[in-house]
DNA sequence: GAATATACGGGACGGCCGTCCCGGTTGTCC
DNA sequence: GGACAACCGGGACGGCCGTCCCGTATATTC
């Protein structure tokens, strides 16, 4: 281990940190580092430093979400009904994605490795949800067949529709299509 | 109107739009034009003449492809049952998107504007796919709130599903799921 | 408050890629 | 078969972007 950063160190990594997160959300991922360090007042050597590489700036602001998303799965889990626990979920991801382009990017595979990042060992996210989907599955809410591959597929999908024109009838009939496939 | 091209111009034409439409299915989008280029045994310049820019090779790729499936489409809503024409044209243009990584790529709006490709006079796919599910919705068989966004964005689903892992079953599991999502 | 390590800024670098241009070549037409 | 226009090849150019480096500034420690 290396002793800790500097006060101001400290504060430029959450700064940037910060900035990336939203500016991810927002414009997703083909954002220049540049761009980023300019809106943190930082330069580029800042950001590189504490953050090596891209994909590592946004590994970083993927985990923190991830740990939140995580958590609600647990908790979606732990009580209630596992069908609706699952249904919850996905609503929720459905959500989520629509908030933040960033997330879209990577699920649709945009350059990134989204799959090694969400098998992170402390923040599961497939692993979470894929308990939630088992969860419903042997609650007989969904059909027995699907595994978590299909559903992060009809999960892009929805995002897809989305991004073609944001709209909350829409997004209300793609969930419940979606629903209708996966239901028993 | 200009002249007709003279021979030697009008093979090297061929030849890149061939290469072109192999490379691209095989590789998607992301093939730089110097590969293809190279792969046709001809100059960058020669490319770039006859395509002024890489999205208009694309799309002239496209075009071609996209005449062939909308005569499907037609030759499907003539014949047969609405319903039944309606999952097999979709069934079709996953079995396409399986084999033509550029359509998927487009599709995922990566850097293209598919739409205006789509919605070209002589070549409107997304008219063609239209009527079909208008028809399958008059007769019945499909949920009649359901827009051709919405279809388009379950196809992208399907499409995503085969690039995590391209499986057979997997594939007729979400025909099957987005089937009973869609039906009444 | 001085000494030292640590971090900062942002310019430089290199790779990638699409586009353009020019000297040479090859069809075409009389 | 000769002259001219059309076309070819591929190198040069410019923009973009991620990464690295170094002279400078600042926090930390004693």
Chains 1, 2 share one sequence.
């Not at 991922?29 to 761009?35: A, C, F, K, R």
């Not at 980023?36 to 050597?45: D, F, S, Y």
């Not at 919850?88 to 990042?117: C, P, T």
Request: with cysteine; hydrophobic share 45%.
């Amino acid at each position: 281990m290396s002793r800790p950063l500097r006060a101001d160190a400290q504060r430029n990594r959450a700064q940037v940190l910060q900035v990336a997160a939203r500016t991810f959300a927002e414009e997703g991922l083909s954002v220049p580092v540049h761009e980023i360090a300019r809106r943190a007042g930082v330069g580029t050597g800042t950001v590189s430093r504490h953050f090596p590489t891209k994909e590592s700036l946004f590994a970083a602001v993927l985990l923190d979400r991830m740990e939140q998303l995580v958590r609600t799965a647990g908790e979606l889990a732990d009580d209630g009904e596992p069908g609706e626990a699952f249904f919850a979920f996905f609503a929720l991801m459905v959500e989520e994605g629509s908030a933040n382009k960033g997330i879209v990017d990577a699920l649709a595979g945009a350059g990134f490795d989204f799959q090694a990042v969400a098998d992170d060992d402390s923040h599961d996210v497939m692993g979470a949800w894929e308990k939630l989907l088992r969860c419903a599955q042997d609650a007989g809410a969904v059909r027995a067949d699907a595994d978590i591959s299909d559903v992060k597929a009809l999960l892009t999908g929805c995002l897809d529709r989305e991004r073609q024109a944001p709209d909350p009838d829409a997004r209300a009939r793609m969930l419940a299509i979606v629903g209708e496939g996966l239901r028993t």
